[in-house]
């Protein structure tokens, strides 16, 4: 992942963010996004930073995930909100398969925050790490999440990382 890595930080304007969504994230989280793209592992399972400058449009999109809404609605998230409800669900990267990864925003401390799967066949589980620990162990396979393909991340995952460019 080093070839991925900004030299200096990517220049995410944290206190705009953070205010727009109403609430500080994680800061391995803001780390991982400071150092590097949106990172893409296994050709399968996308991690969305905010870019420099659409702050508030990540906020915003992390305010209004309508399908978590849509199954909040129907009932069908085992107990679990969607943020900005005390304890609701924040998302932070999806497979291409549907599934979704989110934090749950409780307890207070954004640092102590699980990471919450929802499967695409509608298994929901939760992991008492971060992000970035939580990444480490399903690239490094020492977490198993249910529901998620047998093959992934594969023997040797590669990671991708897409550049803030829109060409």
Do not use: C, H
């Not at 900004?6 to 205010?19: I, K, Q, T």
């Not at 066949?121 to 249910?146: H, K, Q």
Request: charged share 20%; hydrophobic share 40%.
């Amino acid at each position: 992942m080093t070839r991925w890595r900004v030299p200096g930080g990517r220049g995410v304007d944290w206190a705009a963010l953070e205010s727009a969504l109403g609430t500080a994230l994680p800061s391995d989280f803001r780390s991982l996004a400071e150092a590097y793209p949106v990172l893409v592992v296994g050709d399968f399972l996308s991690v969305f930073v905010p870019r420099p400058g659409a702050e508030a449009s990540w906020a915003s999109a992390a305010r209004e995930d309508e399908i978590l809404q849509d199954l909040y609605e129907m009932g069908d998230t085992e107990g679990y909100v969607p943020f900005p409800q005390p304890g609701g669900l924040i998302s932070w990267a999806e497979s291409n398969a549907g599934d979704s990864f989110y934090w749950r925003t409780s307890p207070a401390d954004p640092d102590a925050w699980p990471v919450v799967v929802r499967g695409e066949n509608g298994d929901w589980s939760e992991f008492p790490v971060g992000a970035v620990e939580f990444l480490a162990g399903v690239y490094g396979r020492t977490i198993d999440v249910p529901g998620m393909p047998w093959d992934f991340p594969g023997d040797d995952p590669q990671v991708l990382g897409l550049s803030d460019r829109i060409d």
